[in-house]
């Protein structure tokens, strides 16, 4: 029997969920019903209440569509959580017993782990280095700060805050700023640039140089450039590989070390030619070695792979106008004449010096104007103006100036003025 059996039932009231008709709800109609949906969909609205509660009614429900479609989803109960007693015994001693070597496995992994963090490499646990920040060495026992920051006293009343030095507080301040950003690199020596991997598989180092590798991405990260290229440099004496020369690079360039830096983009590009980090990072050096010219060729290779590379076309503009600067002050200077400005040795000094013995009165006003006169004819005509008042009034006083005939003074005079 189905639902089209009944056609003069439907219309009398229906259901909200489904929109079946209120006489279906009835002993007799699910018994002589044969629809498998439609039965799914009474027993739905049964079990959820809307129409009433009528527990026989849903069992009823329930058995008939258990008689013709066992597996039907609508059967499905919710089940609680299990707990030990939903369990027998030999059930309970099977999970516990899976649980417990699933625990030893764990433990076992951990160990193998820490095997290789101590025992395959002693000497890394002499050499830890201390917490970043921190003055002293790391100690394995359980030591606990002694110290405790002291409450800073503020004023209660006004007559507290009238005596308040505003400025000895921040100068407290940035004194506390300061020692807090200072980084102590007392613990950089006892770091080893190199690692022992005798012995080791190739599994093992890899291990090794990806855990350096990550102590010194997280020491440049927190700015400590120069514990970074240490790391670094343990990490390729490990296992050399591109990304550890790349990053060894980038802090070599926040160093300012332009050579180290330079020479790990050339590794970079033997062993991966081509590197787009390494051409850019090339290029900064080529750029801060005025070697201008090379740091265009590599920017012009990383804009042909990456043509919307934003730090490449920055970098290219900053390199072209320092070009441009330094080629116009290279013309500026050849376009200039130089005058060379020359000791003139007087070979009248010698005789000046005889002729003093005999002649003191007059004998080194002589030298002297004999090194006037040449240095006028040396001098070119325009700077002459300028030495009228220096040179000429200066031969003008001298004594042998003044003792000369008076038709050749007045000739150098007309001749000076």
């Avoid at 101590?118 to 201390?130: G, R, W």
Wanted: with cysteine; proline share 4%; charged share 35%.
């Amino acid at each position: 029997m189905t639902t089209k059996d009944y056609p003069s039932l439907w219309g009398s009231g229906t259901t909200k969920t489904f929109k079946i008709p209120i006489e279906h709800l009835d002993f007799k109609y699910i018994e002589k019903c044969s629809d498998v949906k439609h039965l799914e969909k009474i027993l739905c609205v049964l079990r959820s209440g809307e129409e009433g509660c009528y527990p026989e009614l849903t069992e009823f429900c329930e058995k008939h569509l258990q008689a013709l479609a066992p597996e039907s989803r609508a059967l499905r109960k919710d089940k609680p959580a299990a707990t030990a007693a939903s369990f027998t015994a030999e059930e309970w001693e099977k999970i516990d017993d899976d649980i417990k070597s699933w625990v030893s496995e764990i433990k076992k992994e951990e160990d193998k782990m820490h095997f290789h963090e101590t025992e395959t490499f002693p000497a890394m646990k002499d050499n830890l280095p201390p917490v970043r920040g921190s003055k002293s060495c790391l100690h394995v026992g359980k030591e606990k700060c002694s110290k405790r920051p002291t409450k800073k006293k503020t004023p209660r009343d006004y007559a507290e805050w009238d005596k308040f030095d505003v400025e000895k507080e921040c100068l407290k301040i940035d004194e506390d700023y300061k020692e807090k950003t200072v980084i102590d690199k007392s613990h950089l020596s006892k770091i080893e640039t190199r690692i022992d991997t005798a012995g080791l598989t190739e599994k093992e180092k890899d291990f090794l140089a990806i855990h350096e590798k990550e102590k010194g991405n997280e020491a440049f990260n927190s700015g400590d450039y120069e514990e970074a290229v240490m790391y670094y440099t343990r990490s390729i004496s490990a296992l050399p590989t591109v990304v550890a020369y790349n990053n060894r690079a980038q802090a070599e360039i926040k160093l300012q070390n332009w050579n180290s830096a330079f020479q790990d983009c050339e590794k970079v590009l033997e062993l991966e030619p081509g590197n787009i980090k390494a051409l850019l990072r090339r290029a900064t050096t080529y750029k801060h070695q005025n070697k201008l010219q090379e740091a265009i060729e590599d920017l012009s290779k990383v804009l042909d792979v990456e043509p919307d590379n934003e730090l490449a076309k920055k970098t290219l503009s900053e390199v072209e106008r320092d070009l441009k600067n330094s080629e116009a002050v290279s013309k500026t200077q050849t376009k200039g004449k130089r005058m060379v400005i020359q000791e003139i040795e007087n070979s009248e000094d010698e005789e000046g010096k005889d002729s003093g013995r005999k002649h003191e009165d007059g004998g080194g006003d002589k030298s002297k104007i004999s090194f006037l006169f040449r240095l006028c004819k040396k001098l070119p005509f325009y700077m002459m103006s300028w030495l009228n008042f220096s040179i000429c009034t200066e031969i003008r006083n001298l004594p042998v100036f003044l003792a000369l005939p008076c038709k050749f003074t007045s000739q150098l005079r007309s001749s000076f003025s």
